[in-house]
T-cell receptor, first 111, second 116 residues
Framework: GQQLNQSPQSMFIQEGEDVSMNCTSS?????WLWYKQDPGEGPVLLIA?????ELTSNGRLTAQFGITRKDSFLNISASIPSDVGIYFC???????????FGKGITLSVRP | SQTIHQWPATLVQPVGSPLSLECTVE??????LYWYRQAAGRGLQLLFY??????ISSEVPQNLSASRPQDRQFILSSKKLLLSDSGFYLC???????????????FGPGTRLLVL
């Protein structure tokens, strides 16, 4: 079945640093989504990407839809303590409405 | 604007007891609705999805069932809970395909279930 790969499982950065997260797939997706989940809460949508090559920003966050349609990355610039959480990528194939999720990356920010 | 609610927020139930978790969506009509389970704070497993009233698709065989009695209400149930049913249950909605606004899913706040 379709799988999305996110690695590493955990990332540790210093406050103020930039961080980049990748999400890769062996199959093509037509939509890429990035979510952030705080402990004990539901995932919150950060950025949605609908076209290959699309680069979209949301404040300090920037995400890109890979040209091959098999990958996406999320950049966080000038990290702050509230960036701590689990970041999930999700892809959607045009054939159905179900999302395929990566396993998430846990981000820790040291003050 | 659209909002999604889940009830209850936390639940502790004994093994063998029944379960009913509720999800309601406001501010939209004919949404696609989803139930996910998240174990140990990681990984989202799709359990059920629904594209309309009374239409339920199951993704994995399990001890749970889902129902959609109203357009914006999605219920997750079990007749007899197992220890392995413990986890964080998330409901999500997306606009129906006919709306043309894509299939981006929006999650509720979740229900934490502990089966003892």
């Amino acid at each position: 079945g379709q799988q999305l790969n996110q690695s590493p499982q955990s990332m540790f950065i210093q406050e103020g640093e930039d961080v980049s997260m990748n999400c890769t797939s062996s199959s093509i997706f037509n939509t890429w989504l990035w979510y952030k989940q705080d402990p004990g809460e539901g995932p919150v949508l950060l950025i949605a990407l609908y076209k290959a090559g699309e680069l979209t920003s949301n404040g300090r966050l920037t995400a890109q839809f890979g040209i091959t349609r098999k990958d996406s990355f999320l950049n966080i610039s000038a990290s702050i303590p509230s960036d701590v959480g689990i970041y999930f990528c999700a892809g959607q194939h045009s054939a159905n409405s179900k999302l395929t999720f990566g396993k998430g990356i846990t981000l820790s920010v040291r003050p | 604007s659209q909002t999604i609610h889940q009830w209850p927020a936390t639940l502790v139930q004994p093994v063998g007891s029944p379960l009913s978790l509720e999800c309601t969506v406001e501010g939209t009509s004919n949404p696609n609705l989803y139930w996910y389970r998240q174990a140990a704070g990681r990984g989202l497993q799709l359990l059920f999805y629904s594209v309309g009233i009374g239409q339920i698709s199951s993704e994995v065989p399990q001890n749970l069932s889902a129902s959609r009695p109203q357009d914006r209400q999605f219920i997750l149930s079990s007749k007899k809970l197992l220890l392995s049913d413990s986890g964080f249950y998330l409901c999500a909605w997306s606009a129906s395909r006919t709306s043309g606004s894509g299939e981006t899913q929006y999650f509720g706040p979740g229900t934490r279930l502990l089966v003892l």
